[in-house]
Antibody, heavy 118, light 107 residues
Framework: EVQLLESGGGLVQPGGSMRLSCVVS????????MNWVRQAPGKGLEWVSA????????YYADSVRGRFTISRDNSNNTLYLQMNSLRVEDTAVYYC???????????WGQGTLVTVSS | IVTTQSPATLSVSPGERATLSCRAS??????LAWYQQKPGQAPRLLIY???TRATGIPARFSGSGSGTEFTLNISSLQSEDFGVYYC??????????FGQGTKLEIK
C-alpha cells in the first residue's frame, strides 16, 4: 500500500523558516518524481514545487522561488521542503504528492498545516 | 494557463447525473486531470488524460473533452460522491495549474 506521511508543520512567525518532511512507503521512491502542493484555508489547490526522481531537477512556483528549496533523500525514502522567509500568505496545508507520468498526482499524503502568524 | 471551473456549486439529488465543466485559457490537448476532495481529506485522482479513469475509480465517473473544454460526468450520484472537484492541466509546466473547484452538494 502506498503511504505518504508529512510532518514538520506548525506555527512560525513571518520571516521565519520551517522544514517539512514526507516519508513514503509502498513504492519504489527513487523511481518517481515528487511534488509539494498546498491549500490555503478554505481555498483551492496550488502546486508549489517538484523534484525529479534522482533529485537533480527541481521546479518551483513563482510565488515560492528563491525562498523554498525542495530536496529528497532516496536512501531514506524522504522528501523535504525547506521554507525560508515565510510570509503570512504561505499559510496552508502542505501535501506531498507522488507523480505518475507528467505531473499527474496519483497519491497524496494527509497534509501538514503551516501557519505563518505573529 | 488559467483553468476555470463551472459552476462554483452544483446541487444534485442522489441517483441523478452531475456534469462539471472545466475550461482552459489555451489548448492543453488532453493533458487534463480531475480530482475529488472531501472535507479534511487529501485530494484523490479520478481521471487523467481527460478521459482515463484512475485505478479503483468507479465507472460512473467519466471524463471527456480536448483542447480547451472538458467535462466530468457522474452518472448516478452516490452519497460518497459529494465534495469538491478540481481540474488540473499539465500540458504547460511548470507551473501546473488547478481550477478553483466545483462544490458538489446534496440537493
Amino acid at each position: 500500500e502506498v503511504q505518504l506521511l508529512e510532518s514538520g508543520g506548525g506555527l512560525v512567525q513571518p520571516g521565519g523558516s520551517m522544514r517539512l518532511s514526507c516519508v513514503v512507503s509502498g513504492f519504489n521512491f527513487n523511481s518517481y518524481a515528487m511534488n509539494w502542493v498546498r491549500q490555503a484555508p478554505g481555498k483551492g489547490l496550488e502546486w508549489v514545487s517538484a523534484v525529479s526522481s534522482g533529485g537533480g531537477g527541481t521546479y518551483y512556483a513563482d510565488s515560492v522561488r528563491g525562498r523554498f528549496t525542495i530536496s529528497r533523500d532516496n536512501s531514506n525514502n524522504t522528501l523535504y521542503l525547506q521554507m525560508n522567509s515565510l510570509r503570512v500568505e504561505d499559510t496552508a496545508v502542505y501535501y506531498c504528492a507522488k507523480r505518475m507520468g507528467p505531473f499527474i498526482f496519483d497519491s497524496w499524503g494527509q497534509g501538514t498545516l503551516v501557519t505563518v502568524s505573529s | 494557463i488559467v483553468t476555470t471551473q463551472s459552476p462554483a456549486t452544483l446541487s444534485v439529488s442522489p441517483g441523478e447525473r452531475a456534469t462539471l465543466s472545466c475550461r482552459a485559457s489555451q489548448s492543453v490537448y488532453t493533458k487534463l486531470a480531475w480530482y475529488q476532495q472531501k472535507p479534511g481529506q487529501a485530494p484523490r485522482l479520478l481521471i487523467y488524460d481527460a478521459s482515463t479513469r484512475a485505478t479503483g475509480i468507479p465507472a460512473r465517473f467519466s471524463g471527456s473533452g480536448s483542447g480547451t473544454e472538458f467535462t466530468l460526468n457522474i452518472s448516478s450520484l452516490q452519497s460518497e460522491d459529494f465534495g469538491v472537484y478540481y481540474c488540473q492541466q499539465y500540458n504547460n509546466w511548470p507551473p501546473v495549474t488547478f481550477g478553483q473547484g466545483t462544490k458538489l452538494e446534496i440537493k
